[in-house]
């Protein structure tokens, strides 16, 4: 049995340990918002906070969270995603859409990390989130955009 | 029936079939895919009557595990790790950071455990995401990418390229250190490192012992 804090609820898990974490949260939990993309943590489109670090689900052992605080894009809070929130919507962000929660679930811990990032430093983080549509022009514009609001 | 001819001709045939026996390329072949996943027992070098030939020899046995992409991957010469057994970039592209560490938001923990992690429903080539507690990249100053056994050699001695380290400390570290112990047991998909830690820690132990002689190159 695997305990553990999901969106600020407290959860249990009972099936087998290896289950990936991001199986738990779309199948069991019933939260799909979170994507299931390549399954090896090359493309980022399972991205959680996992202890308020983004971390790809899909290569999380379930066994591995006990105790541990996940937040998927469901439940993502605070000023940092509100100010993404409303840049990714000033910009039309997405295009199919698909990749846009790992997207905005790093783009969020980027900000909690750094809250004036550089080009370089979006570059650095946002690295490992794959969009088949292209849309970084608009990411990086976004996170920009989420930063200079937050300054005010 | 020419007698002799016949004779001549068995042992002929003796002795290609004695030749396949010891020299087949097959097996000389099997006798060096055994030769690169063990490792000689630091004993075994004891007949090699000079000091500093035998410390050299030493060395280049060790440097069967410290030469192997398992452990050179993440020694790079550039900020960026290597992946694989053919050494290729790190993807995603991941970058070094503080304490080798990965970049604010991209860091190593982002994507590797604690422990290995099998992956299900995957291609043949991918069959687990490696992991360790103490997952990183080694200091810039110790990058091994590019080097010859040599220039490792005396990287490994240089206190300023080798974290600080006296040589009880580097023979510690190669025999005891959890993340260097990781490329012995590196998850499904991955060739091991040669040998045991315990047989490279006494090769490194036996090497310094006998004066930590570097090869030429």
Known sequence: ????????????FDGDPDTPLLWVIRDFEKLTGTKYGCGVAQCGACTVHLDGMPRRSCVTPIATI????VVTIEGVSGKEADAIKTAWAGLDVPQCGYCQSGQVMSAVALLQMVPKPTDADIDGAMTGNICRCATYHRIRAAIHNAANSMEG | MNWKFAITGVATLCLFVGAGTVLSPASVAQDAKTDAKTLKPAASFQSIASERERSVALFQEAGKVIQHPR???CHPATDRPLQGANMRPHQPPVFRGDGGMGLPGMQCTTCHSAENTPVVGQADTIKSIPGNPAWHLAPIEMAWVGKSLGQICQQIKDPARNGGKTMDQIVEH????????????????????????????ELISAWVKSGAACPAS
Do not use: I, K, Y
């Open chain 2, 71 to 73: 452990c050179v991957n």
């Open chain 2, 174 to 201: 190669m025999a005891h250190d959890e993340l260097v112990g990781w490329g012995w047991n590196p998850g499904a998909g991955r060739e091991p490192v040669p040998g045991t830690q315990a047989e490279f820690g």
């Open chain 1, 66 to 69: 006990e105790g541990s605080d």
């Open chain 1, 1 to 12: 049995m695997v305990t553990f804090t999901l969106n600020g609820q407290e959860r249990t």
